[in-house]
C-alpha cells in the first residue's frame, strides 16, 4: 500500500468547482514534498459550509489504484 500525507485549506468557493464536478482531479503538495493527484470526488464526504481544513492520508494499492481518502483526526 501507498500512503500519502498532506494538509488541505479550501475555502468553500475554492471547492465549489470540485462539487459541481468542473475539476475532476486534485494535486496536494505531501509532507515530503511529492505531489499527488486524486479524484476530486474522494473530496466530497468532506466539505463543509467553510470548505475543507484538515490533514488527509490518500492510500492506495501499489498500482496506485483503489484510492481512500481519511481524514487525520487532530
Request: net charge positive; proline share 4%.
Amino acid at each position: 500500500m501507498k500512503r500519502f500525507a498532506f494538509r488541505l485549506n479550501l475555502t468553500s468557493d475554492q471547492c465549489l468547482a470540485y462539487y459541481q464536478g468542473a475539476a475532476r482531479n486534485v494535486v496536494a503538495r505531501c509532507a515530503d514534498g511529492q505531489n499527488v493527484q486524486f479524484p476530486a470526488s474522494l473530496l466530497r464526504p468532506f466539505m463543509s459550509p467553510t470548505g475543507i481544513h484538515g490533514d488527509f492520508v490518500l492510500t492506495c494499492d501499489d498500482a496506485h489504484r483503489g484510492a481512500r481518502l481519511e481524514r487525520l483526526s487532530s
